[in-house]
C-alpha cells in the first residue's frame, strides 16, 4: 500500500499546512497550484 494517501495522512498534511502558511495564505497557494497544473495540462496536450 505504499504510495497511497489515507485520511489521517491528508489531515497532517493539511494541518502542517495551516501551522506553516497560516490561513491567510493558502487559498492563494491553492489557486497559484491548480493555475499550474491546468498550464501543465494544457501544454501537455498539444
Do not use: D, V, Y
Not at 495551516?18 to 501544454?43: D, M, Q, T, V
Amino acid at each position: 500500500m505504499m504510495g497511497q494517501i489515507g485520511p489521517l495522512e491528508l489531515a497532517i498534511l493539511l494541518i502542517l499546512a495551516l501551522i506553516i502558511f497560516s490561513h491567510k495564505k493558502l487559498p492563494e497557494i491553492g489557486k497559484n497550484i491548480a493555475r499550474g497544473f491546468k498550464e501543465f495540462k494544457k501544454e501537455t496536450k498539444k
